[in-house]
């Protein structure tokens, strides 16, 4: 319980340090501490839909550079949608130009410390030893991550290549780390990346001769970017997660079954691993639904916000998310025989081979 209790001190002290590290900016940072709005006129944004706007008086102080201590008055115009304008208020802490007359964006790293700092005392307070290795995980798979995008972008590495790396590495480290060296390891990595392959390969079948892909979700894209290789790429990362969840879980099952009752017969582990399967496959294509209409939403409600309609929305947006939801969901699917399988050849073939 005081192992507990320290780790929560610490974590307080480390969102209480980032509050209050203004010395470690160069940029003007200013406190807000009196907020005045008035409401402007109602502008028409297109045919069909009018925006208000409206005006904030902002009383601030400087907490850092040589003008520390300093309070000044700025004004602030925001529409009601801040679709690309900001509402201030007061406490916030807001990045200022070098002559302190301008804002030029908000100080945010506060939330994202008390949002980690949190998730991970959940993690260990949950998880335990588990709960650290997950966070240990997540931290290095984000390096990673980074670390890859800024190859491809100072290297020119194929993105595609760097993602197959990416997910090897992945799938490795994560289930090593996390499950330790075992069998039970040994056939989850086994059939994810069996998975992986095999799905990969149909939707590159599919690619090849069914009709092509409408990238227009990615028109933000500029320069000489090839977006069919954007596209496969995200797609291989987007599953792997999923991926590896069954493989782990019927790794487990089947591992467990065995442990119960070494004389359990292949038939019968079939039979159990594929129930488990069933159980497994309705939430996990739900989770993947709901995480691509998540995506979704914003896009959708801004750009109906701006005169597109419904129509046109699904015509040139939604072809390119089911695709990928598609080509997740069979991921999933053929991960669950091929999880059956491999754990049953690491774990009851060689089993009987010893």
Known sequence: MLKKFLLLII?????FFVSHNYFLY????????????????VVDETSSTQEQYYEQKLTVRVMNGESKG?????KNEYKYSTVDTEKYR??????????????TGVKRDKYAVLLTALLVYLLIIIGGKRGILSAVSLAANMLLFMAAIEI?????????????ILTAVYTIFTLLLINGLSRKTAAAICSTFLGAVVTMAIFMLAMQFGEPVDYASLDYIVGNQDLEMIFISSILIAGLGAMMDVGVSMAA??????????????RQLITSGREVGYDIMGTMLSVLLFTYLAGLMPMFLIKMK?????????RL??????????????????????????????????????
Not at 324 to 353: A, E, N, Q, V
């Open 11 to 15: 974590m307080l002290a480390g969102v």
């Open 26 to 41: 160069q940029s003007p940072i200013a406190k807000v501490k009196e907020v005045e709005t008035t409401q402007k006129n």
């Open 70 to 74: 300093k309070e000044i008055t700025l």
């Open 90 to 103: 007061k406490g916030d802490d807001l990045f200022l130009s070098e002559s302190l007359g301008t804002i």
């Open 152 to 164: 491809h972008e100072r290297m020119g590495m194929d993105l595609l290549q760097l993602c197959i």
């Open 253 to 266: 099952t089947i591992g467990e079954l065995i442990e119960k009752d070494a004389q359990i017969s292949v």
């Open 306 to 314: 701006n005169g597109v309609s419904v129509i046109t929305l699904i």
């Open 317 to 354: 947006h939604i072809p390119f998310e089911i695709s990928r939801f598609l080509t997740g969901g069979i991921g999933i699917l053929l991960s669950i025989p091929i999880s059956i399988f491999c754990s049953i050849l690491f774990m009851k073939m060689r089993r009987k081979r010893v």
